[in-house]
């Protein structure tokens, strides 16, 4: 896949598909558009289990939808001859991609047909990975992926500085959303933006 110049997802007209395709394709910065795409699934009540490719025809519809959604976005994320080797039918394979062969193996090699589909399949399973860590908090490990809402009601304490140093990462990544989603403000809005990532990074710095 091509090397670009990453940028940040935002909440703005906020594309779940086709932000699973660009971060795939390495155009987005993987933390926080992860923590929107979390969000967005979340929002839409998206089950963890819909990450794994349903094994009859008695799945949920929304199951099916979204599963063929997600591979179908990886997929797209691809070059045009991989893409094209994905669905290529055994026949068409040249030696070395036929079933059985080293295309075919636990193990396959780069450019074989084996490998795009488990380079595809990985993917899927990586959101899906980051999602499990979203929602559930009691295995959450540090990161972009373990994000979830910021408390309204319960203020930190001394006490207990790992809370304090998650509210603080979970503030300002709600406070860059919000400044994303408004218009027209009476301060430098990027200026903010740019502070608001610069003092994320502090955060995170040990």
Not at 30 to 49: A, H, T
Request: glycine content about 6%.
């Amino acid at each position: 896949m091509q090397n670009v110049k990453k940028i940040t997802a935002t909440a703005k007209n906020f594309d779940l598909y086709k932000t699973i395709t660009a971060i795939v394709k390495g155009e987005l910065g993987r933390d926080r558009s992860r923590v929107l795409v979390n969000d967005d699934m979340k929002g839409k009540g998206i089950k963890l289990e819909w990450f794994k490719s349903p094994r009859n025809k008695e799945a949920p519809e929304a199951h099916l939808v979204h599963y063929s959604a997600t591979k179908a976005a990886v997929i797209a994320a691809f070059d045009s001859p991989e893409r094209n080797l994905y669905f290529a039918l055994s026949s068409e394979l040249e030696a070395g991609n036929a079933p059985g062969q080293r295309g075919d193996s636990k193990n396959a090699a780069p450019g074989t047909r084996r490998y795009i589909h488990q380079q595809v399949t990985a993917a899927i399973g990586k959101f899906g990975a980051s999602y499990k860590t979203y929602l559930n908090p009691k295995v959450r490990k540090k990161g972009p992926d373990s994000r979830k809402p910021a408390p309204t009601d319960t203020a930190p304490t001394d006490t207990a500085p790992t809370d304090i140093k998650t509210h603080a990462a979970e503030t300002l990544i709600e406070l860059v959303k919000r400044l994303q989603k408004a218009g027209n403000v009476a301060f430098d809005m990027v200026l903010v933006i740019s502070l608001c990532e610069k003092a994320l990074k502090a955060i995170a710095t040990k």
